[in-house]
């Protein structure tokens, strides 16, 4: 490396970069063992008020209040316990939230909502216990309640971080009307894994997407001014999840294993938690995996050095469901006393439905293996929350202002953003968009009349309330004057094909044919691993039947998580890619294929040719043997062709766009200059080059050529999305600081650098873009 160039270290191991600009486009005390009480040190260097959820307003109160606390209720307030939908307090289900609410040793219910249900056990808490402390509700929305948005992946293929917002603000607002305090969203797991279910929660494999996407979410759920907005009746606490590393679990299976370099951790996993942080987020949640053989929830290096160390995180750290518990399967505890003191030591202060802190805290805290100190930090941090919601001044929910169903404008919402989510993967011989003159419509495939179109943790009773609005419906009411008909050819798993000559028959009578085929809402998600990843069953076989006929018909994919379409793709004129819709999915499907909207959505994740490609991306290192199609001795596979199916960053347009390139203010900047806060404008030129409106994602890639630790070949660090009318054209700028052009190094504890050096700056309309700049940083 020597010669090459010098390189300049411009943070400490240990420090934070400075704030440069980054890419934009818009009781008494306890004896403790020393481990006890190093982790006591630790509790009290992070307590001070941090960017968490806006602390340092009620810490006299919170003060006064831990004096009055008796052990068994700071523990108490560490537990947080599910609740059944059915029933009332002290209900089937409900039992030992109800005696531990009463008993005053309760700080958090999940899974709790409805106004009625959560007033009668606040009132409980609030107003038969000693201290009369306020419960906090949680619930898992994560893509809408009543109204259900499009899933977060399909979210993220906007390229569009108000469409984040949107579903945070109407979600917020419906969940807050029913006494629910907390959401645990966004989920902002970076992830390399199509064969992972959980891929439908996120915003797909790059980490400054998700970043900007996440942070969007946070401010949107809880309000702008740092989490000072979370009392208000439409805000929610956020809670970023999981930390960290979930995203990459060995063969894409929930729960799996994950090995990751110092590196690798900070600069692909970290920076959406980062973001968050700093945007404010309320709580952060603990992940299942390992991380290099030790348990997320049980990482002192990643909970307290990092988060709330490093990131002076004040907010609450929240175990995933029974994930204290289950450091002893993972072989880290030995028992619930074992996994209690790892976890609360390592920087979890809240425990989810299993019971181990609030069993085993006062014998471990009278045997010094956890200390007082910690014991009232993580208290100090759920109280912090409950003040800044509001809830000791208004611990109840107006029953009678609870939301009963989505309202025209939260519909019209849904069906805005499902669209501008679509990808238009492919469209031969501008075979769409449909024209609305047409006579006859042939829907078929198993998902053309289905309402299985909300997505992977849709809201339990969502379905009941508000149903999906079907493809076939949203068709009818786009062309109410053509005759559409509907034959599903084969079921949702593909195992019955049967009617697939039903199917053909149909679309032989139509002008035109809408194949709709894809994956049922439960095959993505939570515990929703696949390893083949194609369309199930015999759905390929209605494609390949419906392309004989020889009629006109384009190919509609719902679905969670990216597909390997197979050899149907040589046969379909045209492909949309529009995911698990929610609510209004039908009509913005409708909407899409006939024209009203003009899809501009990029895919979030690469689309392999094969599962036998995975983990395939388009942020990989470089190799020794790069590609070369004719040298056999270098990085490929014999049966497939080079790269992916569809590339991270594609999609297509009913119009046509050109980007040039791009263009630097400077061609050099030093490295001491970046780390001071200096930037480099980049700008781009884009121009509607075809005949009708449309939307274009400028997308900005940099490269750096030579470093200490081997970088990606690309990394996304800009985006934009801009609508042109037909014929104009404008310049997007970005800016380019230190957070763009460095990176963190393998040391332990951390350490980031801004090298001198060579840097290609890419510009254009996905990750395959070729127009480039060249950077000199000295």
């Known amino acids: 490396m020597s010669g090459v160039r010098r390189r300049s270290l411009l943070a400490a191991a240990g420090g934070t970069v400075a ?44 003060t006064a209040l831990l004096r009055r606390m008796t052990v068994e209720e700071k523990l108490g307030q560490l537990q947080q316990l599910p609740w059944s939908y059915e029933t009332g307090p002290g209900g ?26 959560n007033n009668a056990l606040q009132k409980i808490a609030v107003e038969e216990t000693r201290l009369g402390i306020p419960l906090v509700y949680g619930f898992d929305i994560i893509h809408g309640m009543w109204t259900t948005f499009p899933v977060p992946l399909a979210q993220a293929a906007s390229f569009d971080p108000e469409v984040a917002a949107t579903d945070a603000r109407v979600s917020a607002a419906e969940a807050r009307s029913h006494g629910i305090h907390w959401t645990f969203a966004p989920m902002m797991d970076v992830t390399h894994e199509p064969r992972w279910g959980r891929i439908a929660e996120g915003s797909g494999e790059d980490p400054y997407l998700t970043a900007k996407l996440a942070e969007a979410k946070v401010v949107a759920y809880q309000g702008t001014a740092k989490g000072r907005d979370l009392r208000a009746k439409d805000k929610l606490a956020a809670c970023a999840k999981h930390f960290v590393a979930y995203g990459g679990a060995e063969g894409g299976r929930d729960y799996n294993t994950v090995v990751v370099s110092e590196s690798q951790l900070r600069n692909h996993y970290l920076p959406p938690f980062k973001a968050a942080v700093e945007a404010g987020c309320a709580t952060v949640m603990a992940s299942f995996n390992t991380i290099n053989g030790v348990p997320a929830h049980a990482n002192t290096h990643t909970l307290t050095e990092i988060l709330k160390e490093e990131w002076n995180f004040d907010g609450v750290v929240v175990s995933d469901w029974t994930g204290v518990q289950e450091l002893i399967p993972h072989g880290f505890a030995a028992d619930g006393s074992e996994a209690a003191r790892l976890g609360l030591n390592a920087g979890v202060d809240m425990e989810m439905t299993s ?157 035109v044919t ?25 759905q390929e076989r209605l494609i390949t039947a419906i392309a004989a006929t020889g009629k006109p018909f384009v190919v509609v994919l719902v679905n969670g998580r990216p597909l390997t379409v197979g050899d149907w793709l040589g046969s379909a004129p045209a492909v949309l890619e529009a995911w698990h819709g929610g609510t209004e999915a039908g009509n913005a499907v409708a ?77 050099s900047v030093s490295a001491r200059a970046l780390y001071g806060g200096d930037t480099v404008e980049v700008a781009v030129s884009v ?54 052009l460095g990176y963190w190094t393998n040391a332990a504890d951390g350490a980031f650098v801004v090298e001198a050096g060579d840097f290609d700056i890419y510009a254009g309309t996905s990750s395959t873009a070729t127009a480039k700049a060249a950077l000199k940083v000295t």
């Open 514 to 538: 809408v194949v709709v085929v894809g994956e049922a809402s439960a095959l993505s998600g939570e515990a929703a691993a696949r390893a083949d990843i194609s369309l199930p069953g015999g």
């Open 355 to 511: 019971t181990h802190l609030v069993t085993n805290g006062k014998k471990l805290l009278r045997g010094g293996k956890i200390s007082e100190r910690r014991l009232d930090d993580a208290v100090r941090r759920i109280l912090r929350l409950k003040y800044e919601l509001g809830l000791f001044e208004n611990p109840y929910v107006d029953e009678a202002a609870v939301s009963q169903g989505p309202t025209p404008a939260a519909r019209k919402a849904a069906r805005d953003t499902a669209a501008r989510s679509m990808v238009l993967l492919k469209n031969d011989r501008k075979a769409l968009p449909l024209a609305t003159s047409v006579r006859s419509v042939a829907v078929v495939g198993p998902f053309g009349d289905s309402d299985d179109l909300l997505g992977a943790w849709a809201f339990p009773f969502a379905a009941k309330k508000a149903p999906a609005v079907s493809v076939l419906k949203g068709i009818r009411a786009a062309v109410p004057g053509a005759e559409v008909t509907y034959a599903p050819g084969v079921d949702a798993d593909g195992k019955d094909t049967g009617a697939i000559h039903k199917a053909v028959d149909a679309a032989k009578a139509a002008d």
């Open 591 to 667: 909407d899409v294929l006939f024209g009203k909207v003009n899809p501009g959505g990029k895919l979030p994740v690469t689309f392999p040719r094969s599962a036998g490609q995975i983990p395939i991306y388009y942020n990989h290192e470089s190799t020794g043997r790069p590609y070369d199609p004719d040298n056999k001795y270098t990085s490929k596979y014999l049966d497939l062709p080079d790269g992916p199916e569809f590339a991270f960053g594609h999609g297509l347009s009913y119009t046509t766009f050109e980007t040039g390139a791009p263009v630097l203010g400077r061609g």
């Open 19 to 62: 704030a440069g600009a980054v890419a934009t486009t818009t009781g008494a005390a306890q004896a403790a063992t020393p481990a006890a009480a190093a982790e006591g040190a630790r509790a009290g260097a992070a307590t001070a008020p941090g960017p968490g959820a806006g602390g340092g307003r009620h810490e006299r109160e919170i």
């Open 92 to 117: 089937g289900g409900t039992e030992e939230a109800t005696r531990a609410a009463r008993e005053g040793r309760l700080g958090s219910v999940l899974s709790i909502y409805g106004g009625k249900s």
């Open 687 to 740: 121009t509607n080059t075809g005949d009708r409106e449309g939307d274009e994602v400028v997308q900005l890639y940099v490269h750096d050529k030579f470093a200490g630790v081997v970088q990606p070949v690309r990394k996304l660090r800009g985006f934009r999305r801009v609508t042109l009318a037909a014929g104009r054209s404008t310049t997007v700028r970005f800016q380019l600081g230190a957070d763009d």
